[in-house]
């Protein structure tokens, strides 16, 4: 007799209406077959809508556990789905800028439906073999969307590298769990965690397993020195996927490896919490240092994204409430910035109609106040400035570092932040160089408008972030005591 | 009712919507002026009101971020309510002087000003150290843009340096600020009134540092000769006349009262820095080749002659030390707008091609000699009397401080006499001969004349504002005194 | 009576600041006019005030009334505070009488000049801040004034701004008073200090407690400002060099007010040099030897101002010794007969300047007697009285500031008599010199050139310059009756109160005595003026005192004061700041190599980006790379 | 002769560095994609292994999950390689550096 596995519906209906819209998209983009006309795009956003809100409706119940155990739907997990289904939405509304969405945006939409699940799911997954389920089905979605500009060489290039690397990453992680498997006995969290509180310390298997699922995790955070595919993805895939990479990959990721170290790894702190300093004073500098030199724009938010993660890594070392609380902020002030700064972008290439750098983005503020100004306010959010989410975010990072006796570590953040300012000021410099004259100015271009409004969206976010966060905050709490309370 | 959130709020909204709202250039300066002399009106009405014995005045306190224990918490007492009245006003003689010049992208010019003024209503009126910080940091990217765009040639030198020089310093405060909130007895609480007396050195030196840069003291000067020469006359007016003086008043409402013990232990460093720093900013302002270099360099005299004040402890020299921040803002605000009104008209301000100006511009005579004489300290005026006041509190202090501190007095006679001849005496410059300038006339004498005619009002009656300042400035320093006095 | 002074006051300044304000608008002749009749209503308003202050009894002469508080901090307070007493209302009408005189001179004097009304602008402003000196019952408020004096001097110094030259001596002339403010101020600081006020009433009634050794830092700290002020040694080298003025000015403010504030300053604070000995006795010394030194450098110069200014200087100091031997009264004295003379000499001046159309230099005068008669009469009752010839003002109080040496006998005083005795001959020489060079003798070529065609066709100068000369040369003969020995007392009974420890009065015998011999001495010199200059020479010939190479050649450098200074301090000043502008201030504050740092933070991203060579393989290794390491890392920590 | 874990997972590690070399050595996209897969399966093996070791079926189950994912990565993957021929680019992947900095 076989035990149908236990599985709550109602508690998975984010990601069953995220892959029923994603059916439903398909078929209407089967069905219409060129006469779709945005309908699919239209269709994604709606399904979006419908997860998130099903997740904002379950905001408080219980946690549940549920699909055999695979997936835990606790406070964090819902958090991740609001944020990436919101993340998913803007990428829409921005990704609708793009020309090409006229004659693939179903496809569009349904891979990014995709990708989203994978992302909720690893924020809630109870085994590793959830998370690396997971983490392939929304990195191979992703493989996809980065390489969906078939017309672009950079666009198939950065798809390609990205395909190749990143399964060595998910190989690594697949590898590492072996080893705790084999080290424990299983791959469920609570298992993995009682049999490491029990293992011998200093036994290889575990050093073993530990180090690789933590390299796995960390290749999808881009932290060094697994930081090498970010510079080259993010500048050769298409704007609109760069900004969902930056904002929605990095919650998920970063929330899986929170989870992974606050469950099943918590045994074994002393193992993993010196790697992780090393990684994020490496990663700060790393990033901060090599963004300073860039001059294409995207390539330099690549690398500043890189620093962000090193940020993030602090958070996850102080871990606790207050550090998990920092980290979950930290992200969802993250995402807005990342996704409107990127949809700034592609307004510009659009008006440019080329390569977003230095020198091309010369003195385009003067011609689009707006968008100048918002990609201005993004950047600034980036590197800490008040009154936006980005600085309250690295507020509450450095402060629970401070709070808990890393303050060195929030130091060595607040100097790569300097240099952060650095180059975000070489952008807002170009953007507003009188001497240059811009001259390009491709106005009324179909689809601009729902850019404007998700960069109209990510702006009040960034604002709303910086100046009344207290809710934020608080949700940031609730979710982040599910991780302090997995010690 | 009109608080300090009204002063705050007001320049920031008027600000950014004059930055995104495309209203005709002319229209927009005028709606700038329109704002800051309604600001101007507005500090009045708070000067008018004003109770100086009943310390914190047209305060709000509100709840901000309650998880974070911080509090929108803004109110002037005497010390705040000077430097924000004289704020308003140079921020309005800037903006009516950008008027004159033309500037080009009047929005981006006057929008950031108007938000630069909010800022530092912040810093002036805050209560909180999130509050602060918002405000200390906040005001420097508008200032920054603002030097970086419309500066003179090595526009983006000098903004590299600035960026260096106080970005570093904010930020070790920040984490400075995150240890002082976070490790409150009772939960984290941002308030200052929490923070009394709860730092160590560590902290006291981080706040000591990003205050000396901002103001700058002596040896943290770096960033200030090419900020104050590369920026428009009216961005220099603003940044040496009142952005400078956040970090005095910082100094004295900020760390001297937080810190007593510190204060008081570390007096003798700051007052030697301000000694030399007097001295040595004297001595160079006597070789400067051009107006700007010898307005720059009494600047650095001048504020570390305050910061001398500030640590004397007593009443005489924090009272004189806040009375000599607002004239010093009148006196460097003004000549900055002359050294550009006579750049802009006589095509440089180097002293070799100028001079002869008196001849035939009995307005621009007039106007110069009383800005030079009150900046020279000719006794009977305003600066005269703070200076005086320092001198006692240095002299009450020890013999020989004064002593050695009324050198400078002397030597800012021979820089300031020096920049008198060199522009209005002497053979007419070739320059002069050249382009024939015209006398000081309409606009740009509207810009220089309110800022001179307030000092000739100061210099009549300065018991006037001491009275109003004296209770309040006192009280900053009564806890480190106690504790000087204790030593 | 306050109301009076308060006018007096401000009228001054509301004459400035209209010709300040309106301009050009304002009529170039209405300019001259205006600040004249402020300065006469100034000068009825003085006047009248003075009058009532006569007509109350003695006890309630000194008044004091605060306008309106003027600096707080603390404890410290200042009020607008106006102290009117004996003492002042002689200044205020010095101030404003001779003041008035000058305007009007000035009319004639400036016309022509574009920038007339700018110079009554600057007149005006001059009068105002010297009587906010004389009239301020506060240090600071004293100091106030001290400074704005300093300020007008300044400005009109360098009226003529064209000049480098007048630039030069106004800037000299701003900065040696700025040291003497500063020094001034250091000395109410160390009073507010110790006394804990800086109003006359406190420091008055508190001197007496000071500690002699407090009391005499103080008082030698005022005395740098009134040194500064009255250009004393050491810092007295401005006053020739301001001589680059207009004439109206030097006749005002370098001879008859502003040069006089340091003497009354130190007549003012006497209840505190009374408690200070030691300053009252270097108050001497220095005037003792400034007159002598400014006689004797009187005696080589070419210039005529300069010699006036040099006879200035030496006159101050008589004051200064009478002044520092407790006979206030005198010094006052001789400040007041010395304004009504020594105005009248540089107007004189001023009267031949004019007609020789700004010739300066005395090589190029001679024999004007017979073309500008009505001057020469005036300018020699004003040199016979700068001699102190019997019974002009000048020896009056000359004599009564000797004869007070006598009185107080010590050995200081002595020296003081005789030093001031041999000063009187200096005096009789260099007055006489000027005199004979300028009207007597064979004219000079150029004398010959241009005077008689410029009397000829303008007079000895328009009636606005003629009738000031006349009414001060009037003064210079009378002003000194009022105090004769034995017979009148006026100034001294005037003065009496204002010293609370009493004043030096000679006995009438000492005084005519005194006069007596210095008197003989005082046609002695003008014996040897006669000898030496009476008779023709050529006019390229230098000037001689003696044989001595050496002696000549310091004189005409001034003693290489100027020289030194220069040596001492401005070239190390002007070397320090040189080397620190060049050399040291971007080393130390350029401590955060921007630069440098921007540069390696370049140079750091570049390198970290070579590896980032594009090439899918090499990031494979980076990436087996740092996991290997991570997992040797741990090997090592745990093994 | 017994075959025990040892034996296993070293030729799991064995496996797992052929395939590393591979990628790290080869440059054509094809063969790389090749070297992927036979790192996936040391994978494979180790999960294997273990799964004998501990005993139950969790291990073998996820080394099933892991072909299928892999089956799908190469689907991918083969299709950007069509992709990138139809655009005519080098299939050499060390010429793939249009982006890099």
Not at chain 1, 348 to 368: M, P
Not at chain 1, 479 to 487: C, D, I
Request: hydrophobic share 60%; proline share 4%.
């Amino acid at each position: 007799m076989i035990e149908a596995p236990n599985v709550v519906v109602l508690a998975i209906a984010p990601e069953i209406s995220l892959l029923v819209g994603a059916s439903l998209v398909l078929m209407v983009a089967a069905f219409l077959r060129g006469r779709d006309r945005g309908i699919g795009v239209l269709l994604g956003i709606a399904a979006f809508a419908v997860s998130g809100g099903f997740a904002i409706a379950a905001w408080g119940d219980p946690p549940v556990v549920t699909v055999a155990e695979a997936l835990q739907v606790d406070q964090l997990t819902q958090a991740v789905r609001i944020l990436v289904a919101g993340c998913g939405l803007l990428t829409l509304l921005v990704a609708l800028g793009w020309p090409r969405m006229r004659e693939a945006g179903a496809e569009y939409a349904a891979i990014l439906l995709f990708a989203a699940t994978g992302m909720t799911l690893i924020a809630g997954s109870n085994s590793f073999l959830t998370l690396f389920v997971a983490l392939e089905l929304f990195s191979i979605s992703l493989y996809v969307l980065c390489a969906f500009d078939r017309s672009s060489k950079a666009s198939l290039e950065s798809g390609f590298k990205y395909l190749v690397l990143g399964t060595i990453g998910s190989i690594i992680l697949v590898y590492g769990a072996a080893f705790l498997y084999g080290a424990t006995g299983s791959f469920q969290f609570d298992g993995v965690a009682a049999g490491l509180a029990e293992a011998e310390p200093g036994a290889w298997l575990v050093a073993l397993g530990v180090v690789l699922v933590l390299a796995g995790l960390l290749f999808k955070i881009g932290a060094l020195p697994f930081h090498m595919w970010v510079p080259d993805v993010y500048e050769g895939a298409p704007t609109s996927v760069t900004g969902f990479m930056a904002a929605a990959t990095k919650i998920a990721a970063f929330v899986a490896l929170a989870r992974v170290l606050a469950e099943p790894l918590a045994p074994v702190r002393d193992t993993w919490e010196p790697v992780l300093v090393v990684v994020a004073v490496a990663t700060i500098v790393v990033g901060n240092v090599a963004a300073l030199v860039q001059d294409n724009v995207k390539r330099m938010l690549a690398y500043s994204s890189i620093a962000a993660a090193g940020f993030g890594l602090i958070a996850i070392i102080v871990g606790g409430e207050a550090g998990s609380r920092a980290l979950l902020f930290y992200l969802a002030a993250y995402a807005p910035m990342a996704i409107g700064a990127f949809a700034v972008i592609t307004l510009h290439e659009r008006d440019h109609r080329g390569v977003t750098t230095l020198e091309s983005i010369r003195a385009w503020g003067f011609e689009r106040p707006f968008a100048g100004l918002a990609l201005v306010v993004f950047l600034l959010g980036f590197a800490g400035f008040p009154l936006t989410a980005g600085f309250l975010g690295k507020f509450l990072v450095a402060g629970s570092a401070v709070e808990s006796g890393w303050a060195w570590l929030a130091v060595v953040g607040a100097i790569g932040s300097v240099i952060g300012i650095a180059y975000y000021l070489r952008v807002i410099l170009a953007l507003y160089d009188r001497s240059a004259r811009s001259g390009v100015h491709a106005a009324g271009a179909p689809g601009l408008a729902s850019v404007s409004i998700a960069i109209a969206l990510c702006l009040a976010l960034v604002i709303a972030g910086g100046a009344l966060p207290g809710i934020g905050i608080d949700w940031a709490g609730e979710a982040a005591r599910v991780l302090a309370a997995g010690r | 009712m009109i608080t300090a959130t009204t002063l705050i709020t007001v320049p920031l909204i008027a600000g950014i919507v004059i930055l995104i709202v495309p209203f005709a250039q002319r229209l927009a300066g005028y709606l700038a002026l329109l704002v800051a002399l309604g600001m101007v009106g507005a500090v009045a009405g708070f000067v008018y009101r004003f109770e100086p014995m009943a310390g914190y005045q047209f305060g709000d306190d509100a709840e901000w971020i309650p998880q974070l224990g911080i509090r929108w918490s803004v109110a002037l007492d005497g010390v705040g309510l000077a430097l924000a009245a004289v704020t308003a006003l140079v921020v309005a003689c800037a903006i009516g002087y950008g008027l004159w010049a033309r500037r080009d992208r009047t929005h981006a010019t006057f929008g950031l000003l108007l938000i630069t003024e909010a800022f530092l209503f912040v810093v002036f009126a805050a209560r909180d150290l999130f509050v602060f910080y918002v405000g200390f940091e906040g005001m420097l990217i508008p200032l920054l843009v603002l030097l970086a765009v419309w500066g003179g040639d090595e526009r983006r030198k000098a903004t590299v340096q600035v960026v260096a020089y106080t970005a570093f310093g904010t930020l070790l405060m920040l984490v400075a600020i995150l240890w002082l909130g976070l490790t409150a007895p009772d939960g984290p609480d941002f308030s200052m009134a929490a923070a009394v007396g709860r730092g160590n050195d560590l902290v006291f030196w981080a706040f000591a540092l990003a205050f000396a840069i901002k103001s700058p003291l002596f040896p943290f000067h770096g960033w200030v000769m090419p900020a104050y020469r590369q920026s428009s006359p009216e961005v220099a007016a603003v940044l040496s006349g009142v952005a400078s003086k956040a970090g005095g008043f910082a100094f004295l409402a900020v760390l001297v009262p937080l810190f007593p013990e510190q204060s008081a232990r570390y007096a003798w460093l700051f007052i030697a820095l301000g000694l030399i720093g007097f001295l040595w900013g004297a001595l160079l302002a006597f070789r400067q080749p051009d107006g700007r270099g010898v307005i720059a360099y009494s600047s650095i005299a001048q504020m570390s002659f305050v910061v001398l004040g500030i640590f004397l402890l007593n009443a005489q020299g924090s009272t004189g030390a806040t009375f000599q921040m607002v004239n010093h803002a009148l006196v460097s605000a003004a000549l900055f707008l002359l050294a550009g009104w006579l750049e802009s008209q006589a095509g440089s301000g180097d002293f070799r091609r100028l001079g002869g100006l008196a001849r035939s511009r009995p307005i621009l005579a007039t106007v110069a000699l009383v800005l030079g004489m009150a900046a020279l300290a000719v006794p009977g005026s305003s600066v005269f009397a703070s200076e005086f006041l320092i001198l006692l509190a240095a002299f009450a202090d020890a013999w020989w401080l004064g002593t050695i501190a009324s050198l400078g007095i002397v030597l800012a006679a021979m820089y300031m006499l020096r920049w008198i001849s060199a522009v209005l005496h002497e053979r007419e410059g070739d320059l002069v001969g050249q382009l024939r300038p015209p006398d000081l006339r309409s606009g740009a004498l509207l810009a220089v004349l309110p800022l001179a005619l307030a000092l000739i009002a100061l210099s009549v009656a300065p018991a006037q504002l001491t009275e109003r300042v004296d209770p309040s400035s006192q009280m900053m320093v009564a806890g480190a005194f106690a504790d000087k006095e204790a030593r | 009576m306050t109301g009076l002074v308060w006018t007096a006051l401000a009228l001054p300044l509301a004459g400035a600041a209209v010709l300040a304000v309106l301009g050009t608008r304002l009529p170039a002749r209405g300019a001259g006019w205006l600040a004249s009749l402020v300065m006469l209503v100034a000068f009825v308003c003085s006047a009248i005030a003075t009058i009532m202050l006569a007509s109350r009894p003695h006890e309630e002469r000194a008044v004091v009334e605060t306008a309106w508080t003027w600096l707080t901090a603390g404890s410290f307070q200042v009020g607008l505070e106006l102290w009117f007493d004996e003492l002042t209302a002689v200044m205020l009408l010095v101030v404003t009488g001779i003041g008035f005189l000058i305007h009007v001179y000035s009319i004639g004097y400036m016309r022509g000049d574009e920038q007339e009304r700018r110079f009554f602008a600057y007149l005006n402003l001059f009068v105002f801040s010297m009587l906010l000196l004389v009239v301020s019952g506060d240090l600071v408020l004293l100091l106030a004034g001290w400074g704005l004096v300093g300020l007008s001097s300044y400005l009109l110094i360098g009226f003529w701004h064209q000049k480098p030259s007048a630039i030069k001596a106004a800037k000299k002339a701003f900065v040696m008073n700025a040291i003497g403010d500063v020094g001034l101020a250091l000395g109410i600081l160390l009073l507010f200090i110790e006394l804990g006020t800086t109003a006359y009433t406190g420091v008055f009634a508190g001197a007496g407690s000071l500690d002699s050794w407090t009391a005499t830092i103080a008082a030698l700290l005022l005395l740098v400002g009134a040194v500064a002020k009255s250009a004393q040694l050491p810092l007295h080298t401005w006053l020739p060099d301001a001589m680059e003025g207009p004439t109206p000015v030097s006749a005002l403010i370098h001879a008859a007010t502003m040069v006089t504030a340091g003497v009354y300053l130190i007549a003012r604070m006497n209840p505190l040099f009374h408690a200070a000995p030691y300053a009252l006795e270097t108050i001497v010394v220095i005037g003792v030897l400034g007159l002598l030194m400014a006689g004797a450098i009187a005696l080589v110069q070419t210039d005529i101002k300069r010699i006036i200014a040099f006879s200035t200087m030496s006159q101050i100091a008589y004051m200064f010794v009478g002044v520092g031997l407790g006979a206030y009264w005198a010094g006052i004295f001789h400040l007041f007969t010395h304004a009504f003379f020594k105005a009248l000499l540089f107007m004189g001046a001023g009267l031949v300047i004019h007609a020789l159309h700004g010739e300066q230099d005395v090589r190029n005068m001679g024999g004007l007697r017979s073309v500008m008669p009505k001057t020469y009469f005036c300018m020699l009752i004003g040199a016979l009285a700068l001699v102190g010839i019997f019974p002009l003002s000048g020896g009056f109080s000359k004599d009564a500031i000797l004869a007070s040496a006598l009185e107080v006998g010590t050995p200081l005083a002595w020296v003081a008599y005789i030093g001031g005795l041999a000063g009187a001959l200096l005096t009789g020489i260099y007055t006489f010199r000027l005199m004979f060079l300028v009207f007597h003798r064979r004219m000079s070529p150029y004398a010959e050139a241009v005077a008689p065609t410029a009397v000829k066709h303008h007079g000895e100068g328009p009636s606005s310059m003629l009738w000031p000369v006349y009414i001060l040369t009037l003064g210079a003969a009378v002003v000194g009756l009022l105090q004769v020995p034995g017979l009148t007392h006026v100034f001294f009974d005037w003065l009496e109160p204002i010293a609370p420890a009493g004043m030096v009065e000679p006995s009438a015998a000492q005084e005519w005595l005194t006069t007596l011999v210095a008197v003989s001495i005082g046609v002695a010199g003008i014996a040897i003026a006669g000898h030496l200059y009476l008779r023709e020479f050529d006019a390229t010939e230098r000037m001689r005192l003696g044989r001595g190479r050496l002696v000549d050649h310091a004189l005409e450098h001034r003693l290489y004061w100027d020289d030194l200074y220069a040596v001492a301090f401005e070239r190390p000043a002007q070397w320090l700041a040189a080397v620190l502008r060049r050399d040291v201030d971007r080393p130390v504050a350029g401590w955060l190599p921007t630069d440098g740092l921007g540069t390696l933070t370049a140079f750091l991203g570049r390198s970290v980006s070579v590896i980032e060579n594009g090439v899918v393989r090499s990031y494979a290794l980076v990436i087996a790379l740092g996991m290997a390491g991570l997992l040797l890392a741990l090997l090592v920590r745990a093994g | 002769m017994s075959v025990g874990l040892p034996f296993y997972l070293s030729v799991s590690a064995i496996l797992f560095a052929i395939g590393l070399v591979g990628v790290l050595l080869r440059r054509s996209p094809l063969t790389t994609l090749l070297s992927l897969e036979v790192m996936l399966n040391s994978v494979n093996l180790t999960l294997v292994a273990f799964s004998r070791q501990v005993g139950g079926s969790d291990g073998q189950v996820f080394a099933l999950v892991v072909m299928g994912i892999a089956a799908a990565e190469v689907v991918v993957g083969l299709g950007l390689v069509v992709a990138m021929t139809r655009r005519e680019m080098v299939l050499d992947t060390d010429e793939l550096r249009s982006l890099s900095g």
